[in-house]
């Protein structure tokens, strides 16, 4: 990649970044076009290029940018300090609605990558996500109480169902071509943050 692209001012490379997101998140990958992102962007085609070898550099940009914004959004908002697990979840859902406010397809995108079926783009992200998500799960389970939960629960297991569920879910969304609101997403992970700690908590008797 050309270290051109972050010398541009940061609204430009913001709506290159929001544009590829955007259109990548609507299909598959080869049926993408390159000429329609560099339109959405107001950019040229041929200055696109001249920013991104080609079009697989700019989609692994993408997702490696989905997971440093990810990242950075959920260390400021806290949710990865020590404390109680659907708390930290619940700042993680604040986290990400501010993720989708700034950059509105990149929940789709990202989902949309993970299911990427295309063989040079297959292998390396199904490499990145495990260790993101390994990053993740050590972070969310280190210093939780197991007395807190029910007995004999095993907490690695129920923090991966409960994530692959939420995962599924944009899935979902994002298949039948729902839009990804905001504030749907809060109202429905608040009913699923509600089931999951009525499910995996220890009853006080």
Not at 29 to 50: D, M, N, Q, R, T
Not at 92 to 120: D, H, Q, T, V, W
Request: contains cysteine; aromatic residues 16%; charged residues 30%.
């Amino acid at each position: 990649m050309n270290g051109k692209f972050f010398a541009l001012p940061e609204e430009k490379r913001q709506r290159i970044i929001n544009a590829g997101f955007r259109v990548f998140s609507s299909g598959a990958y080869k049926k993408c076009p390159v000429a329609e992102i560099a339109a959405e962007a107001g950019i040229s085609k041929s200055l696109l290029f001249h920013y991104f070898r080609d079009k697989l550099e700019l989609y692994m940009f993408l997702w490696d940018e989905a997971a440093r914004l990810t990242m950075e959004y959920l260390n400021r908002y806290g949710c990865y300090e020590p404390g109680d697990l659907f708390e930290m979840m619940e700042r993680g859902m604040r986290a990400k609605l501010e993720i989708m406010r700034n950059y509105p397809a990149m929940a789709a995108f990202s989902i949309r990558a993970f299911y990427e079926k295309e063989p040079n783009l297959q292998a390396e992200i199904q490499e990145s996500y495990k260790k993101y998500f390994g990053m993740k799960a050590e972070k969310a389970l280190a210093g939780l109480d197991p007395e807190k939960f029910i007995p004999g629960l095993d907490l690695g297991r129920m923090y991966r169902e409960m994530y692959l569920a939420s995962v599924g879910y944009l899935w979902e969304s994002v298949q039948w071509g729902k839009n990804v609101e905001p504030e749907r997403l809060e109202a429905d992970f608040k009913q699923m943050l509600d089931f999951w700690k009525s499910v995996y908590l220890r009853r006080e008797e």
